[in-house]
């Protein structure tokens, strides 16, 4: 479901009314941003969500390098 979001949004072309794209950003990175927490928080107790929290950071990142990508795009 991630993957498809992610997809649908980047085959989008940007354009600057486009708010809706910085509302999914904002939405991806809180997502990330808490499993990230939930995974380090739980990792002393359940060693399996390490997985979690590495797949927060990894999403983050992506995600906030392909807007600045694209916001670049513009200039």
């Known amino acids: 479901?991630?993957?498809?979001?992610?997809?649908i949004t980047v085959s989008i072309p940007f354009d600057a009314d486009l708010i809706w794209s910085w509302w999914i950003f904002i939405i991806m990175s809180?997502?990330?941003y808490f499993s990230?927490?939930?995974?380090?928080?739980?990792e002393e107790h359940y060693w399996k969500m390490r997985f979690v929290g590495r797949v927060g950071i990894v999403v983050t990142v992506l995600w906030t390098l392909g807007?600045?990508?694209r916001g670049l795009h513009l200039f």
Request: with cysteine; aromatic share 10%.
């Open 36 to 42: 990230f927490t939930l995974g380090l928080f739980l």
């Open 1 to 7: 479901m991630l993957a498809c979001l992610m997809a």
């Open 30 to 32: 809180v997502v990330g």
């Open 67 to 69: 807007l600045i990508g």
